[in-house]
């Protein structure tokens, strides 16, 4: 299964929850009780059982950071290899990716703005180039804007912006040189309460 391309609206609708996929999360609440497709704004059908609760959760974790089904797969496999909770370390694995770094400390508005990015070459980790979106990032690691591209239109205001922002206890921001860092691995009350991880580590240990 690819990674879903599809309108990011019609989406959140589908599973009555902001995934985080749009600009605009006042647009998207405004629809968020109505279902997609011809149904109108009718009574959301209840959720499935067992099988069925796993499967939304598991697609609502892959499409939240725009991960295709064999790469996602691919990190429940390791956190089930490492040490500790396989549900914690599956999230930590996602959110320490570069792109969600990227997110997460606030150079871009989505995951997939920061994916794109990171594809066109525009930060430095520990003062090297780096275009790789799923590169998992270490404790201590720094991620910065490269010099040549501060200029950017889509980075005007950026140093402002930055200093108005929230961002976890797990990262570090310098708004004035946009450089960022990671203090430590994220914990639980660092993560999104978006999906049941849980049933995700389930689904996957069933197969």
């Keep these: 299964m690819g990674r879903y391309i599809g309108p990011k609206n019609k989406i959140a609708r589908r599973f009555g929850i902001n995934l985080g996929l749009k600009t605009n999360p006042t647009k998207v609440a405004k629809r968020l009780s109505q279902p997609p497709g011809v149904h109108g704004p009718g009574k959301r059908p209840k959720a499935a059982t067992g099988f069925g609760k796993q499967l939304l959760e598991k697609q609502k974790a892959r499409i939240v950071y725009g991960l295709r089904e064999s790469q996602f797969r691919g990190y429940v496999d390791k956190a089930t290899t490492l040490k500790g909770d396989s549900g914690v370390n599956l999230q930590r694995l996602l959110e320490t990716r570069l792109d969600n770094v990227v997110y997460r400390l606030g150079f871009a508005v989505t995951r997939a703005q920061a994916r ?60 004035n040189t946009l450089t960022g860092k990671i203090l430590n691995q994220p914990g639980e009350i660092d993560f999104e309460k978006v999906f049941d991880v849980k049933l995700i580590i389930e689904y996957y240990s069933a197969r």
């Excluded at 720094?142 to 501060?150: G, R, V």
């Design 116 to 175: 794109q990015m990171v594809s066109h070459k525009m930060f430095k980790v520990n003062s090297k180039p780096l275009n790789v979106p799923s590169h998992i990032l270490s404790v201590g690691d720094e991620i910065a804007l490269k010099e040549n591209k501060k200029k950017k239109k889509i980075f005007d205001g950026m140093t402002e912006k930055l200093l108005k922002m929230d961002r976890p206890s797990w990262l570090k921001m310098d708004a």
